[in-house]
């Protein structure tokens, strides 16, 4: 194995740490450390987990969130993106997404790539959906890719263990995987480990709280074992290793039932009303209207612009201009499968009770919890490094950074020559024969629309940093 990546689901860059996460906070002192590391929005698992393994914007791999209406598979259903729905989408459409991923593209030189997770069917589905037939595999608790491989790991490892929170014994059982199995008999030219925490109990108990606390540090002491095992196996003691995180995190200070609220003001008549369709994604909602109809999309935006957790917002080309919003090609996720209103919860900086920065509206969870979906600048931050034989030493970098970055990272070190028309960039300025990070260009843009009337005003900002071609979101914000 030559690249290993590690994520580490839901965590920001404050808590690595001695305290926290000695291990990773240590190693990542030996490497290079990225300081303005994004998400792409919604700052969701399952789009960002695709962005991550497909190098492209979401509007290009035709994942919009985590909970979604896919048009062009079932124009009147909002769904989860999970495996079984998934695999029920390609067996209609012939693919899930748009483009090749990092297992496909790999295949095609030869080589192979390997997920192993602990987090969502969905999230895992996503990062390798070709491979039952590109030569790597995706293992989850709940299946695995091809499926003949899950009798050969139980008869190495085991049954994979109950969850918990925190989810501690399924982290060990995706290190057993990776170091007993995956490195020493498939080799795979890069693989991946997705730690499900600290996002479980982030969700659960809150950001900063017990369960929180105990799961990055019990992570980081996963994270430990895995590279002290790889290092003594031949196949991976020279691996570069790779560490990101897909999103950050707020606190909820207050949950909307967005259906309820618009039947309250009649927008919507009841709860059957499917003239709008609503798909909750934590801090941020997708909406899609009948017939992509601009007259009622702006019927919505008026509607929504009225309440005090409404925050920045975006329209779809094929709902075309809403005056007041702003367009969603801006933000990556105009294409065949965009939402036609997409909405994020307002936020703000103030701490929640365990000093965590980020506050927020949720469509979902409880007051107090954690979330994230958002386009807050707590949640499009999360985290970004490296270590080994060709990466920099001691290197903390604040060129922008992104996790549709990864993949053309990969394919870079790799060596390897392809055409594919990433989004993202290889980061080259984290190399030992990269550029100087000072000589990196950065361009930093501004976006506002407004809307008033006698009754009320909307105005919004957003905030975006490019290098070369490719962008990235730092935040939008509802003046």
Not at 129 to 153: D, I, M
Not at 163 to 172: D, V, W, Y
Not at 340 to 356: C, I, L, P, R
Request: glycine letters at 10%; aromatic letters at 8%; a negative charge.
């Amino acid at each position: 194995m030559k690249i290993l990546v590690v994520s580490f689901d839901g965590l920001q860059p404050s808590q690595i740490n001695e305290d926290l996460m000695p291990n990773l906070y240590g190693y990542l002192n030996e490497g290079v450390t990225f300081t303005n590391h994004h998400a792409v929005y919604p700052s969701v698992t399952r789009i960002n987990s695709t962005s991550m393994f497909t190098g492209r914007y979401p509007g290009s791999h035709g994942i919009a969130a985590n909970s979604v209406v896919m048009r062009d598979f079932d124009p009147d259903l909002v769904f989860s993106v999970m495996q079984p729905m998934l695999e029920n989408i390609r067996k209609k459409l012939g693919d899930v997404l748009y483009v090749e991923n990092l297992g496909d593209i790999l295949n095609n030189f030869g080589e192979k790539f390997v997920a192993v997770g602990a987090g969502t069917t969905g999230n895992s589905f996503l990062q390798n959906p070709n491979a039952h037939k590109n030569g790597g595999a995706v293992v989850n608790p709940e299946f695995t890719l091809p499926y003949s491989l899950e009798k050969t790991l139980k008869s190495t490892v085991g049954d994979w263990p109950s969850e918990s929170i925190p989810n501690e014994k399924r982290l060990k059982h995706c290190v057993d995987i990776m170091t007993k199995y995956v490195i020493p008999k498939i080799n795979p030219t890069v693989g991946l480990i997705w730690f499900s925490e600290p996002d479980k109990s982030h969700h659960a108990d809150g950001v900063g709280n017990e369960f929180g606390t105990q799961a990055i540090k019990y992570a980081d002491k996963c994270f430990g074992d895995l590279i002290s095992k790889i290092r003594k196996i031949e196949n991976s003691k020279d691996a570069n290793v790779i560490i990101i995180s897909d999103h950050g995190y707020s606190t909820i200070k207050g949950v909307i039932d967005i259906k309820e609220e618009l039947i309250k003001v009649g927008l919507l008549e009841n709860e059957q009303d499917n003239k709008i369709l609503i798909a909750p994604n934590g801090g941020s909602v997708l909406f899609y209207v009948e017939n992509s109809e601009n007259k009622l999309a702006t019927k919505l935006a008026r509607t929504l612009m009225q309440f005090e957790w409404c925050g920045p917002m975006f329209y779809s080309s094929n709902t075309g201009k809403i005056e007041g919003l702003l367009p969603a090609e801006l933000i990556g996720i105009e294409g065949p499968r965009c939402p036609d209103v997409t909405m994020s919860f307002q936020w703000n900086s103030e701490k929640n009770v365990a000093g965590y920065k980020g506050m927020i509206y949720s469509a979902g969870g409880d007051k107090n919890l954690g979330t994230h979906g958002s386009i807050s600048k707590h949640e499009m931050n999360n985290v970004f490094g490296a270590f080994g034989p060709d990466f920099k030493k001691g290197l903390v970098c604040s060129t922008p950074t992104g996790n549709v970055d990864l993949t053309p990272t990969i394919i870079h070190l790799l060596g390897l020559k392809t055409d594919i028309p990433f989004d993202g960039r290889p980061i080259r300025e984290a190399l030992l024969e990269g550029v100087n990070h000072e000589n990196i260009k950065v361009n930093i843009e501004e976006f506002k629309s407004e809307y008033s009337n006698e009754i009320y005003s909307y105005k919004q900002k957003l905030v975006t940093s490019s290098v070369g071609n490719t962008h990235y979101i730092d935040y939008a914000e509802r003046n």
